[in-house]
């Protein structure tokens, strides 16, 4: 069992900044690959960013590509999403998710545990 804890969510002007955080339970994190997900108000879930359980590779939604970065650190049990740039369409609650295998999905579905969620709002 994996329980995820994000945080680090807020209120952020256009153009702006934020880092989010999500600590995970359990001591083989590394097996794990990991996601962010978002969902804004009257829309779908969505993927935004992968990693795989070494962290050698990431992938992104076309949207968030070359402003949001992921990463994590598995001694410390935590992975991160750097969201740069920030536009009111990223307003969203965002939520991560962990795999209970090495690689990338970017379908929800596939992904066995989350997190409770933390709201970012980009005003304009």
């Known amino acids: 069992q994996v329980q995820l804890v994000e945080s680090g969510g807020g209120l952020v002007q256009a153009g702006g900044s934020l880092r989010l955080s999500c600590a995970a339970s359990?001591?083989?994190?590394?097996?794990?690959?990991m996601g962010w997900f978002r969902q804004a108000p009257g829309k779908e879930r969505e993927f935004v960013a992968g990693?795989?359980?070494?962290?050698?590779?990431?992938y992104y939604a076309d949207s968030v590509k070359g402003r949001f970065t992921i990463s994590r650190d598995n001694a410390k049990n935590t992975v991160y999403l750097q969201m740069n740039t920030l536009k009111p369409e990223d307003t969203a609650v965002y939520y991560c998710?962990?795999?209970?295998?090495?690689?990338?999905?970017?379908?929800?579905?596939?992904?066995?545990?989350w997190g409770q969620g933390t709201q970012v709002t980009v005003s304009s």
């Open positions: 998710a962990a795999r209970s295998q090495r690689t990338i999905a970017t379908i929800d579905n596939y992904y066995n545990y």
């Open positions: 359990g001591r083989t994190f590394s097996s794990y690959a």
């Open positions: 990693i795989t359980g070494s962290g050698g590779i990431t």
